[in-house]
Each structure stands twice: as structure tokens, then as C-alpha cells.
């Protein structure tokens, strides 16, 4: 019997992080509302260049996507390339593709500069369920070498036996640019750098209030801080805060469970060098171990943000499909927490007013993309426009139907897609 909606990297977290509600009035240069990998990522750039900084969560630091999502670590965007490519042309295509691996690139780089123990691992394999999905591979190594990514290496069923050993998959694409990781401790470990170069971190502070001017003021029940700058970074929690950005992403939850220990030589009779694991299906299934040799398996989703019934023996079904050689073993958690998904899921970056910014809406692919989205934040304080405009040149569409009916409009608009995951 799994443990329901109990997070396994919140009981396996490997430091604590103090921080105070706010209770007073204070200013800052930059103010930063979302304690998950954006905000965390902005404020300790921020900090690290001598800006006074304050972060404000409602909750924990990283208790939205941050600290419940797989821990997967992709190249790219969430949308694809091609479809990248009409959006916002062939230049701005190929510099979004560099992007999300100077993404990757900052997170070995972090986790070497502060020391930060979230066991990071690299590898990835993109698996196909059916024969379209293999020609869909072929096409897609294709496309990454003409990007200058040529190291990914296309594995036929019987050499994926010994990568992946699961009868479902019919081929995949190994990239040794992604990876994973725990992601809740490398949250931790960010925030307590952040800390440490002199940011402001409150927890437990829900913002009520934001007033735009020439000095944004942001209350909360309790204090408000004036900062020069306001950046939103609440992503799939930002809720209607802020009204004129709130339209165009949409909450989606998703479900992970974890099982009992393996035991290494089970564990790795699975997977066989550690990878990370995702399928081509549009309800995808994604899954990799924990360094204690746990699979933890994530999928299926749900657009009205209401927990499935029965979601542990479902997950568990769902694991054995892939893994019926795991018939015998249990789930000791489950959770489940919401990404924010754009209507062509590419990320949201942009500016409200001359002094706030946002970022938000990585469709799934915010692992690495909200570090680089922190530095870009950043950067546009600093009055340097360049990289986050690249981002902010992507179009976007508000959500059709307003906040009563966008949902249902969500749930007709995906059905073809969910569909064609069986054909």
C-alpha cells in the first residue's frame, strides 16, 4: 500500500532551511515573489552581484513544482524545435536550443560551487512505445546534430535491453546532456547559498497585495516590502495574483510514487547505467532511480487539480506495465504537485511594467530552465535585456474561456492528443 500524497524527497531532505515569516515594513531593490528554483535562482544572482534582495513564499521553500517534480533534467523546451522554429524563426530557435544547455551547464556548475548533495546524476533516455515513435527518434537525432548536438546515441531494441530493461520500449534516444536529480535538495541547497550572499528569504508570507509604481509595493498580511523591482516567480502557484498573466498558463498536476528500496543489484538490473527515463507519449510516463534505489514513476495527469482516487494501486499498475518484474514490490509514497503549462508550451517570460518581470510556465522542462530564467530575471535588472528577450519574443496565447471554463476547453483541446497515444 502506498503512502498517499506523502512526498519522499520532503521525508529525505538533507538540510533544513530557517527562515522568518515577514512581520514588518522593508524595502529592497528587488523583491521576489516564489521561493521555488526561479525565485531561489534570481535572488542569489541577485545577491551574489550586491543588490538587496527579499523573497517572499507562502509556503516552504520549494514546496510547489520545485520539490515534488521527477527531477528530470531535459535539453530543450517543452515545445519542439520545428514547431520552435515557426514561432520565432530559425535564429531565435537556435539560440533558445543553446539556452536550455547553458541551463544544464548551471546546474553542475552550481552544485559544484556551493557543495550542494542532490545526487546528480547524468543520462537520459527518450523512449519510444510504438514503431511511429522510433521514425520520430530517427528524426529527432537528425535534428540535434544539425544543432550541433551530435553525442546522442539511438539505441535498437535489444541494445536497449541493456539500458532499460522493460518489454514496452522499442527503441530510445540516449542523451548524456540530461540527467537527474533530487530536486527539493538541490531547492535547499540554492536557497541556503542565496542566504548566505545576503538575500532575505520569508517563508509563510502569502502575498495579498501588489501596487505597480515607481517603487512596487507588495503587502502581506502581516508586513510589505517597497523594492525598485518586483519579480514574479510563483510559476503554477502564483494564482490570480497578478490578473494580466494569470490567463495564460494553466495549473496541471502530476503523480510520482516511490517504491520500497530495490537493492542495488534489482535497482540496476532496471536501469542499467542510472539514466532518466521518459516516453514520446503525450500522457507521458517518466521515471529513474534514487540514489537509495528506489524507482521513483511519474505520469498521468489531471486538469482540475483534484487528487485521483485510489492513486497509489493506480501509479502501481501503471509502473508494472513497464516493469512487470516488479509485480512482488510496493509503493511507499505518493504525491502529486502542478506544473504550469503554456498553450504552446513553450515558457512565459515578459515584462508587466518597467520595474516587474516574469517568468514562468516551463510546460514540465523547469528543472534546468528555471535556473537560467532566475539569471536572465536577474539580468534584466541589471539592465541587461538581451538573453531574457530572446524569451520574451516567444508569443504566447491566453487559455480560452476564462476561469470558469478554461479547464473543460483545456480537457476537448487535448483529447485528440491523449488519444493518439494508444495508435
Not at 546528480?120 to 512505445?129: I, M
Not at 546515441?153 to 533530487?182: F, I, M, T, V, W
Request: one cysteine or more; a neutral charge; proline letters at 4%.
Amino acid at each position: 500500500m502506498a503512502v498517499l500524497n506523502h512526498n519522499y524527497y520532503q521525508a529525505t531532505q538533507n538540510q533544513q532551511i530557517t527562515c522568518p515569516s515577514l512581520q514588518e515594513d522593508e524595502t529592497a531593490d528587488v523583491a521576489v515573489i516564489g521561493g521555488g528554483l526561479t525565485g531561489i535562482s534570481a535572488a542569489l544572482n541577485l545577491a551574489e552581484r550586491g543588490h538587496s534582495v527579499v523573497l517572499l513564499e507562502a509556503q516552504e521553500i520549494g514546496w510547489g513544482a520545485s520539490g515534488r517534480n521527477g527531477g528530470q533534467i531535459v535539453p530543450g523546451l517543452a515545445i519542439d524545435q520545428i514547431a520552435l522554429e515557426k514561432l520565432v524563426g530559425r535564429e531565435d530557435a537556435r539560440a533558445l536550443w543553446d539556452f536550455s544547455l547553458r541551463a544544464i551547464d548551471t546546474i553542475a556548475d552550481r552544485v559544484a560551487k556551493h557543495q550542494i548533495e542532490c545526487d546528480l546524476r547524468w543520462g537520459y533516455l527518450h523512449a519510444a512505445v510504438k514503431p511511429r515513435q522510433v521514425r520520430e527518434l530517427q528524426e529527432w537525432q537528425t535534428q540535434l546534430a544539425e544543432l550541433g548536438h551530435s553525442e546522442t546515441r539511438l539505441l535498437s531494441k535489444d541494445a536497449l535491453l541493456a539500458e532499460l530493461n522493460s518489454p514496452r520500449y522499442q527503441a530510445a534516444l540516449l542523451d548524456p546532456k540530461g540527467g537527474h536529480l533530487h530536486p527539493l535538495n538541490y531547492t535547499l541547497g540554492l536557497a541556503k547559498a542565496a542566504q548566505n550572499a545576503g538575500a532575505r528569504l520569508y517563508t509563510h508570507s502569502p502575498v495579498t497585495q501588489v501596487t505597480p509604481g515607481q517603487r512596487a509595493q507588495i503587502k502581506t498580511v502581516t508586513g510589505s516590502i517597497s523594492a525598485k523591482f518586483l519579480l514574479l516567480c510563483g510559476n503554477a502557484y502564483l494564482g490570480g495574483l497578478m490578473p494580466a498573466i494569470s490567463p495564460y498558463v494553466m495549473p496541471v498536476s502530476t503523480y510520482i510514487i516511490a517504491t520500497e528500496a530495490l537493492g542495488t543489484d534489482r535497482a540496476t538490473s532496471l536501469i542499467g547505467h542510472n539514466a532518466a527515463v521518459a516516453d514520446l507519449n503525450f500522457v507521458l510516463d517518466y521515471f529513474r532511480l534514487s540514489a537509495d534505489t528506489r524507482l521513483l514513476f511519474g505520469g498521468r495527469v489531471s486538469y482540475s487539480a483534484i487528487t485521483p482516487t485510489n492513486l497509489g494501486e493506480f501509479m502501481l499498475r501503471r509502473m508494472r506495465q513497464v516493469f512487470p518484474q516488479l509485480a512482488d514490490v510496493r509503493g511507499e509514497y505518493v504525491w502529486g504537485g502542478n506544473v504550469a503549462i503554456t498553450r504552446n508550451r513553450a515558457p512565459h517570460f515578459g515584462r508587466l511594467t518597467g520595474n516587474i518581470y516574469f517568468a514562468h510556465g516551463f510546460s514540465g522542462h523547469g528543472v534546468a530552465l528555471t535556473g537560467l530564467a532566475g539569471t536572465l530575471l536577474a539580468d534584466l535588472v541589471d539592465k541587461q535585456a538581451a538573453d531574457f528577450d530572446v524569451f520574451a519574443r516567444i508569443p504566447h496565447q491566453k487559455f480560452p474561456g476564462g476561469q470558469a471554463f478554461r479547464t473543460p476547453a483545456l480537457i476537448l483541446a487535448t483529447t485528440y492528443f491523449r488519444l493518439r497515444d494508444f495508435l
